[in-house]
């Protein structure tokens, strides 16, 4: 994008009664763009000898056959601003010049972190640093920090540099709290060598141990493993233990936050401890382990049904003691001796047709 802030320089000579003018514009350039300088000789009828510039790095792009000088700059640097002479030679009159002043303009260079990390505590630090560096005109920069920025303030610094460029740094501060961490919060940068203005997205990021630590058993893999969640700032390391004795090495593998089993058995059983470590603490968690295996499980069964069959003569003997006779010696009895129906025969000599 190229910037125009024009001004118009006239240089006004009087020759007897002649009036020569040469006359040219003030330029404004970003930065690594091209730009080209004009300045034109006017109201002369005098024969146009030369056309000559004091500045080095041009490119003469102007025509004399119209009294037109022009040149053009390629890929502006900083260095390149300051005041350009143009100077038209004519017979007889003799030379005739104008100034045009070429001003640069450079966009800043922008960067959003923080120089050290923010760890949880009750004293306020800084949360975030916007950085705009070398521009000329200097940089404004502001944040944006939606409903978490009645909880922050903003500290900015200014440093001026030899060669005209300026270099902003706007703090972010507030608490570094868990709540503060993950928001998000916008740095915005204006400057004139910018079209518009810029938005940089920032999350800020706080430190802190590792808190509750939680181990669940899980089967919904193709391997049962044990699964180790904690939370911590940065992502905690993980070591695995099993209280009072190792674990067999060919049945158990661990890796990070997870521990397989390779196959089940009752010698996989204990309590297993999860611990959870960063450069800020440390926490622990633990899961007791019990597997039954096949041949165990059979003798729980047969457990189970040896203890019904004791308690059933229990309470039979306990009934036979208190009434006498078992539950089904009624039953029985009543069967034993309750008479046998009559069948009536026809007597002797009769018979029926």
Not at 162 to 167: C, E, F, M, Y
Request: proline letters at 6%.
């Amino acid at each position: 994008m190229l910037l125009k802030l024009s001004c118009v320089i006239l240089l006004i000579i009087q020759r007897d009664t002649e009036s020569t003018r040469v006359i040219g514009e003030c330029r404004t350039v970003v930065q690594g763009e091209d730009v080209d300088l004009s300045c034109r000789l006017i109201e002369t009828t005098e024969d146009l000898e030369q056309i000559t510039w004091q500045k080095s790095r041009v490119q003469f792009i102007g025509n004399p056959s119209e009294n037109l000088g022009s040149i053009r700059i390629t890929a502006v640097r900083l260095f390149d601003e300051g005041t350009f002479t143009c100077i038209f030679s004519v017979f007889p009159s003799g030379a005739y010049t104008t100034e045009i002043l070429l001003t640069v303009l450079v966009p800043p260079v922008v960067s959003v972190t923080v120089y050290v990390p923010p760890v949880t505590g009750e004293n306020e630090v800084v949360l975030a640093t916007c950085m705009a560096a070398g521009a000329k005109p200097q940089a404004e920069v502001t944040w944006k920090t939606g409903a978490f920025g009645s909880l922050l303030r903003t500290v900015t610094n200014f440093t001026q540099h030899t060669n005209g460029t300026t270099t902003v740094l706007s703090h972010l501060l507030g608490l570094p709290t868990r709540a503060a961490n993950q928001q998000q919060v916008q740095c915005v940068v204006n400057q004139s060598a910018l079209a518009t203005e810029r938005s940089y997205n920032y999350t800020i990021d706080i430190h802190y141990p590792p808190q509750t630590v939680n181990v669940t058993f899980s089967e919904a893999s193709k391997d049962t493993v044990l699964l180790c969640v904690a939370d911590g700032n940065p992502h905690p390391n993980y070591t695995w233990s099993r209280v009072a004795q190792p674990w067999p090495e060919s049945s158990v593998r661990a890796e990070g936050d997870i521990v397989h089993f390779l196959s089940l058995s009752s010698e996989l059983n204990g309590l297993y401890v999860c611990e959870a470590s960063n450069p800020y603490g440390r926490a622990t968690g633990s899961l007791n382990v019990h597997i039954f295996s096949e041949t165990s499980a059979a003798c729980w069964v047969l457990l189970v049904v040896i203890l019904c069959l004791i308690v059933a003569a229990v309470a039979l003997m306990l009934y036979r003691y208190k009434y006498g006779q078992f539950p089904w010696s009624p039953i029985i009895a009543n069967n034993q001796f309750q008479a046998p129906p009559q069948v009536e025969e026809d007597e002797p000599g009769t018979s029926g047709f």
